[in-house]
């Protein structure tokens, strides 16, 4: 038994002798990974806004396809409607969807560098503390 109290002591001796100080370049480091996450989830949860968003264009141009050409569409600008002639309405829907398309381009985008540089943080403070960190998100 005491063989055992012993191990356990020195296996928790060992685990505090391979503590690397955390110096404030890396506490800089990992608050700076912590807002990219966060900014990160922002930015996915844009994202999939966006997307039903264009589901919802989609689906309101499909629509506009069966509608007869005479008649008037109710068109939503800001919080009031309008008669609009079906022409007029599908190019608003689609100076709508190229918005959205050009919108979720730059999200991407966004998305992409934010990923790169919380990759490269990773590799940097892997390599400084090893499995002592988590930075898995």
């Known amino acids: 038994?005491?063989?055992?109290?012993?191990r356990r002591m020195l296996s928790k001796e060992d685990e505090a002798g391979d503590e690397v100080e955390v110096r404030r370049e890396?506490?800089?480091?990992?608050?700076?990974?912590?807002?990219?996450h966060q900014r990160e989830l922002v930015l996915k949860e844009?994202?999939?806004?966006?997307?039903?968003?264009?589901?919802?264009?989609?689906?309101?141009?499909?629509?506009?396809?069966?509608?007869?050409?005479?008649?008037?569409i109710r068109y939503k600008i800001g919080d009031a409607?309008?008669?609009?002639p079906l022409e007029q309405a599908q190019e608003m829907l689609g100076a709508a969807t190229t918005r959205i398309d050009e919108e979720t381009l730059e999200l991407e985008e966004?998305?992409?560098s934010i990923h790169e540089e919380m990759?490269?943080?990773?590799?940097?403070?892997?390599?400084?503390f090893g499995k002592q960190i988590n930075l898995e998100t």
Do not use: C, P, W
Not at 1 to 6: E, G, H, L, N, R
Not at 47 to 61: A, C, N, V
Not at 119 to 128: F, I, M, N, P, S
């Open 81 to 84: 409607y309008f008669h609009l």
């Open 46 to 72: 844009e994202l999939q806004l966006k997307g039903k968003e264009k589901e919802e264009l989609d689906d309101i141009s499909t629509e506009l396809e069966l509608a007869d050409e005479d008649e008037k």
């Open 1 to 6: 038994m005491a063989s055992i109290m012993q």
């Open 26 to 36: 890396d506490q800089d480091k990992i608050n700076k990974f912590s807002r990219l």
């Open 110 to 112: 966004k998305l992409g």
């Open 119 to 128: 990759t490269q943080l990773k590799v940097e403070l892997y390599a400084r």
